[in-house]
């Protein structure tokens, strides 16, 4: 039996929605809902068995709807998802999960108590080059995690209702939250941000994250960037990895090169005071990385989440965590830059 779903929001990302989602055999795609009708029956086409809608209620009250896919702007996110729990759907909605961690955390308890799958897209984990970096790092493969260093810049659109951090951030945060073993959290944030062109609100953003094993990453996020670029370094003891998304011949690269630490009791007397660091020239892997579209999995993810009444891998606590750092990144940006503990939020 499919799974009857219906979309909501035929704006720039619901259309992706919709096509993967008409490319998975467990769904079966009814709605489509958009507060202009037009929209949504622009976006499904004449030669169509998905209804477009302008009423989310239709959808809400129709009893063959199983799941809601919801991707419209992020402060509608809390009323529409928690009218969908309440109607007994399951709902898969765009990052950022709700506009607060407060909202977040309701959202996320409701599903719980209701026993439905509440999936948040952070589409970039499910990406073949995000699971392979987990593996790499979940496996111990590249040692210890040092450092982080992720670029996320190009010509973006300067959003109406959010800053760049809000925007472009939680792709980074949620892969940070998705590769990074369980007992590695981030501890401590601050944020530097800047509007050079009188926006409004922050067009680019530095974010450096202090995590619980003692490295140190930072986030680069910008909107006004000529070039694009989209690149992130996963610095460890024994290795390194570099990814570049837009280098589709080299997604990854994993570096046997790097810097080890010569401990000053294990050299003689007469050499302490030399340098104690030593470079590690090794050979460079290219992984081979299958070309799978990230959407076509998160769907494959969220259907099987329902079949099998288990959390998606990334559920509303992976959006919730997402929620924090922003917020208090948010609140370092209002203090000037200021580091804020993570601790401080989650009270
Ligand atoms: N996962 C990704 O990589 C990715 C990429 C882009 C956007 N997004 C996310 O997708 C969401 C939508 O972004 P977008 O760029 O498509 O926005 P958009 O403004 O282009 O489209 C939003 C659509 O939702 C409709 N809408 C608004 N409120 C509604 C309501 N209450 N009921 C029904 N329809 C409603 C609007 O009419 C509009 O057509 C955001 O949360 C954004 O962060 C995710």
Redesign the pocket.
Do not use: I, M, N
């Given at each position: 039996m499919s799974i009857r779903l219906a979309i909501?929001?035929?704006?720039?990302?619901?259309p992706n929605l919709v096509r993967t989602a008409l490319a998975t055999p467990a769904f079966r795609l009814d709605w489509l809902?958009?507060?202009?009708i037009e929209?949504a029956r622009a976006v499904v086409g004449p030669y169509t068995t998905v209804r477009p809608t302008d009423s989310?209620d239709a959808i809400l009250s129709d009893p063959d709807v199983d799941a809601v896919a919801i991707?419209?702007?992020?402060a509608?996110?809390f009323d529409?998802v928690r009218s969908a729990l309440e109607a007994g759907k399951h709902v898969l909605v765009?990052?950022?999960l709700t506009p607060s961690a407060a909202e977040g955390d309701k959202l996320a308890s409701l599903a719980l108590q209701s026993g439905l799958v509440l999936m948040c897209?952070h589409?970039y984990c499910y990406t073949p080059a995000v699971q392979r970096i987990r593996e790499l790092i979940c496996s111990r493969e590249i040692g210890e995690v040092q450092f982080i260093d992720s670029v996320r810049i190009n010509l973006g659109l300067v959003q109406p209702d959010v800053d760049v951090l809000w925007?472009l951030a939680p792709?980074d945060l949620s892969i940070l939250d998705f590769v990074l073993p369980k007992e590695v959290t981030p501890v401590g944030v601050a944020a530097h941000v800047g509007d050079p062109i009188g926006a409004g609100r922050a067009c680019l953003a530095y974010l450096s994250l202090w995590l619980s094993n003692g490295a140190l990453a930072h986030v680069h996020v910008n909107w006004l960037s000529p070039t694009k670029i989209r690149t992130a370094v996963f610095g460890g003891s024994r290795r390194t990895i570099v990814w570049d998304d837009t280098n589709p011949a080299a997604r990854l690269s994993v570096h046997d090169r790097g810097v080890d630490t010569i401990h000053a009791e294990s050299l003689p007397q007469d050499q302490r005071r030399q340098a104690l660091v030593s470079y590690r020239v090794g050979d460079t892997l290219i992984p081979a990385l299958p070309e799978r579209e990230a959407l076509m999995s998160v769907m494959a993810e969220f259907s099987a989440a329902i079949r099998e009444r288990r959390a998606p891998l990334t559920d509303a606590y992976a959006g919730l965590r997402v929620l924090r750092v922003l917020e208090a990144a948010s609140r370092s940006v209002d203090s000037g830059g200021v580091r804020v503990s993570l601790s401080e939020v989650n009270a």
């Open positions: 909501v929001g035929a704006g720039y990302w619901g809902c958009d507060l202009d929209r989310y991707a419209t702007p992020a509608t996110h529409l765009e990052k950022p897209d589409t925007d792709h």
